[in-house]
């Protein structure tokens, strides 16, 4: 063997380059095996390739055939123009005679080819890489499942259904701002182009963008949360049952609005469907952890099931622990994942967040993650997208708890607070008010993206305009650490501000009780803090277990009539439309 290959050696050691990589291609064009191609040999041309000078048109066709071969696409040349083609698509690159790249297009089934400058720019700058994933995604937005006749009609679908979509987005709103991602009836639509797939932009953290400057007293110290964009592409896959999809317009001429301001659809009968194994689907970008009431709520919404079998149960915090909140790619968590998260702050100062794993263990937080959403008629967009929004808007406050370095032993923290499940959309977050020994409980109420209330219930707590300001920052970061945070300077405000004539003066016994053992606690801007010590917890509905702090217990006396009840009773009351509200 030694033999051998030393002969080799010698064989081709005065070969050039050109001629090694010719050999190999000659190689590739003769396999025994024609369906599957030999690896090693695919491979070695790989690695050729990529230390290879474009320098000639050959060698910039040998690049592109060997991409298409990489996606599974065809490819043909004629004088200086290669085709790389699929069943709906294929892409024209006109080449120059020193390897360079005039002119590329791309052509849609039964469409005339037109220009991309995005694979141009690729192609002109070498960057095989990129222009192959770009390809990549372009195969898989025209990888329509089905024979020929299923996908010529699928295909046909998709282009009305884009075209009502966009005339959809076209139609006047009644938004209070100009924010179309979070309001819009559709988000932002981001029209589809023959080398870009039809993509829609339905929810992002409102501080996304924002400026330090533009951020108004007294919240400029605030941390915003990471932005994050949330997308869904719009496409179509195969169903195990027919659905009837459109194959005209599915909207009257000129479109309208109805009184109430949502769009009109004409009736089934007058506009053409095709029934066909397969239905539109919401690809989302990144996948959305839902709990499954909502994935319930979705196949309402639309009547087309989402196959439980495809889905993997966990508590939401377990599987927002486990996802990046930038990447689809997940971290590995234990069953018996750590629900305790230390949060470090500048300064040294270190706050720890509990979220009991006994406690999200109910059925009310069984939740899965959910990469796309099933439809069959542009109607059901609205609805879905506001669903979508709604559960984005819970996961972005609760991951706002949760950081990737978990409790360590031995750490001594200055801030503890826990996050407790109260209802599908509602929790509660339990604080140690550091002047004085007992608990104060934020009840955190998201009734939409768009409605998120805030509740503050401890003794001397009961302040309705304290309890909107709550909301204002809560809505307007999306981070419970930030909403604490804002919390804890007003408290400290109120406990050193001077008494005034109209404020009782306390007895020697409720001093006693009451000492101002005043607390510092530093945010995380490195700002320090000092809160009174004065709160009272309900005895029932919120923050009832309190792990991860530890209170003496208040007597009924110093509890506000709201929550001085005896027996107990709860103090939150569901309205007709899920939402809490204090009786």
């Known amino acids: 063997m030694e033999s051998r290959i030393s002969k080799l050696h010698l064989k081709f050691a005065e070969k050039t380059w050109n001629e090694t990589f010719q050999l190999v291609r000659r190689c590739m064009d003769k396999p025994k095996d024609q369906s599957k191609p030999c690896e090693p040999l695919v491979r070695s041309l790989e690695r050729l390739q990529e230390v290879f000078n474009v320098s000639s048109m050959n060698t910039m066709r040998s690049r592109l055939e060997a991409i298409a071969k990489q996606q599974r696409m065809g490819f043909h040349i004629t004088e200086a123009t290669c085709y790389l083609t699929a069943d709906l698509f294929y892409l024209e690159v006109v080449l120059l005679p020193g390897g360079g790249v005039e002119e590329v297009k791309v052509a849609p089934h039964g469409g005339s080819p037109v220009p991309s400058e995005s694979f141009l720019q690729l192609l002109r700058a070498k960057h095989f890489a990129e222009f192959s994933m770009k390809l990549a995604r372009l195969f898989a937005q025209y990888n329509i499942p089905g024979d020929n006749e299923i996908k010529l009609k699928l295909f046909s679908s998709m282009q009305f259904l884009g075209k009502d979509l966009e005339k959809l987005s076209q139609l006047p709103s009644v938004l209070k701002d100009s924010d179309m991602i979070n309001n819009g009836r559709i988000g932002c639509l981001i029209a589809g182009k023959e080398d870009t797939p039809l993509t829609i932009q339905f929810h992002t953290t409102p501080t996304a963008g924002m400026k330090t400057s533009d951020i108004p007293f007294p919240f400029e110290e605030a941390t915003p949360t990471e932005a994050l964009v949330h997308a869904a592409q719009v496409t179509v896959g ?75 149960w966990a508590p939401l915090p377990k599987l927002l622990t486990r996802r990046s909140p930038s990447s689809n790619s997940p971290r590995e968590i234990p069953d018996e994942w750590d629900s305790i998260f230390t949060v470090p702050l500048p300064g040294g100062v270190t706050h720890r967040c509990v979220l009991p794993g006994a406690a999200w263990e109910v059925p009310s937080q069984r939740a899965a993650v959910a990469d796309s959403i099933p439809f069959t008629h542009p109607a059901h967009l609205p609805a879905l997208l506001e669903l979508l929004r709604h559960q984005c808007a819970i996961n972005t406050l609760l991951r706002s708890c949760i950081t990737p370095q978990c409790d360590g032993a031995g750490l001594v923290c200055d801030l503890h607070f826990e996050v407790l499940p109260e209802s599908e959309t509602s929790f509660s977050v339990t604080f140690h008010r550091p002047d004085t020994d007992s608990l104060a409980v934020l009840l955190v109420n998201v009734c939409d993206s768009n409605q998120i209330t805030c509740t503050l219930f401890g003794s001397g707590l009961g302040d309705p305009s304290l309890e909107e300001y709550l909301s204002t920052v809560m809505k307007r970061f999306m981070s419970v650490p930030v909403t604490l945070k804002t919390l804890y300077r007003k408290l400290e405000e109120t406990a050193s501000a001077p008494l005034s004539p109209s404020r009782p003066a306390t007895t020697e016994a ?74």
């Open 510 to 583: 409720e001093s006693d009780h009451s000492a101002p053992s005043r607390a510092t606690v530093t945010d995380t801007n490195g700002a320090s803090t000092a809160f009174p010590q004065s709160a009272a917890v309900p005895e029932e509905g919120v923050g009832a277990s309190a792990s991860a702090c530890c209170a003496a217990p208040v007597d009924n006396s110093e509890l506000p009539p709201e929550i001085n009840t005896s027996p107990a009773v709860n103090p939150y009351l569901f309205t007709s439309s899920g939402c809490f509200h204090t009786g």
């Open 238 to 312: 195969v169903s195990d049952v027919t659905h009837k999809l459109q194959m005209a317009s599915v909207l009257p001429q000129p479109p309208q609005l109805d009184p109430q301001g949502h769009p009109v659809f004409l009736p089934s009968t007058e506009a053409p469907y095709e029934t066909l194994p397969a239905c539109f689907l919401l690809k989302l970008q990144p996948a959305v952890p839902m709990m499954s009431s909502f994935v319930n709520k979705l196949s309402q919404i639309t009547a087309v099931a989402i196959p439980d079998v495809d889905l993997q």
